[in-house]
């Protein structure tokens, strides 16, 4: 089942703006993390919340988490060519499924040169 | 270097064929796992495995088989009972199946079902 809803599917923007990817759920999570993939390749981890914090950095990236919204913001600032690729989001929910990890759709993220 | 190997890049298959998927990891992670990846969609969980000769169903395990006799190893293969089975397959690695579970993920396999 899909727990994770991102927006927006595709995002166009030019080097130097920012980019902001949003990405929505629907149960109690123990974290929430970032994975980028680029084209036909593995996905690699960005950066891990935990349901108990609400702001995390790590070098341009910077998450926000909202339980009372069930929902989290991935920016990118002074995005770059390089930065171009998929930006999924994914939960680890509590309870039975604790430890696994269910993805969002993904956002598809362009940055013209 | 550490990591995940998958193996073939590329995979052919006839309808009717089984195919199996490699996965190698020299991480020393006890958990293992097998997501699906369709275009314009994100993964799907296929089975998982938390230790040596313990697996369990994911959300789409239908037509899918893995083993787990080697912790470094985690083959999945694709019976001819799938469906629709050409898709992006993945497999992913974590250190153990708990809180914060952060995943290694793979290159990659690409089957195509002719």
């Known amino acids: 089942s899909q727990q994770g809803e991102e927006d927006p599917q595709a995002l166009s923007i030019q080097e130097g703006e920012n980019a902001t990817m949003n990405c929505s759920y629907k149960?109690?999570?123990?974290?929430l993390q970032w994975y980028r993939q680029n084209s036909g390749r593995g996905l690699v981890h960005l950066i891990l919340?935990?349901?108990?914090?609400r702001e995390k950095h790590s070098g341009r990236l910077r998450v926000t988490l909202d339980t009372s919204k069930k929902s989290s913001s991935l920016l990118i600032t002074a995005s770059r060519a390089a930065d171009t690729a998929s930006y999924f989001c994914?939960?680890?929910?509590?309870?039975?499924?604790?430890?696994?990890?269910?993805f969002g759709q993904g956002t598809i993220l362009t940055v013209h040169p | 270097d550490g990591g995940i190997t998958q193996s073939p890049k590329y995979l052919f298959r006839k309808e009717g064929q089984n195919v199996t998927l490699s996965c190698e990891q020299n991480?020393?992670?006890?958990?293992m796992y097998w997501y699906r990846q369709d275009p314009g969609q994100g993964l799907r969980l296929i089975y998982y495995?938390?230790?040596?000769?313990?697996?369990q169903k994911g959300d789409i395990a239908e037509g899918y088989s893995v083993s787990r006799e080697k912790k470094e190893s985690f083959p999945l293969t694709v019976t001819s009972a799938q469906k629709n089975p050409t898709a992006f397959y993945l497999c992913?690695?974590?250190?153990?199946?708990?809180?914060?579970?952060?995943?290694?993920f793979g290159a990659g396999s690409r089957l195509t079902v002719l």
């Open positions: 919340i935990r349901s108990n914090e």
């Open positions: 992913a690695s974590s250190p153990s199946l708990s809180g914060a579970n952060v995943l290694t």
């Open positions: 149960t109690s999570i123990n974290n």
């Open positions: 994914a939960t680890e929910d509590g309870g039975t499924s604790y430890g696994k990890l269910t």
């Open positions: 495995s938390q230790i040596v000769n313990d697996f």
């Open positions: 991480l020393n992670h006890d958990a």
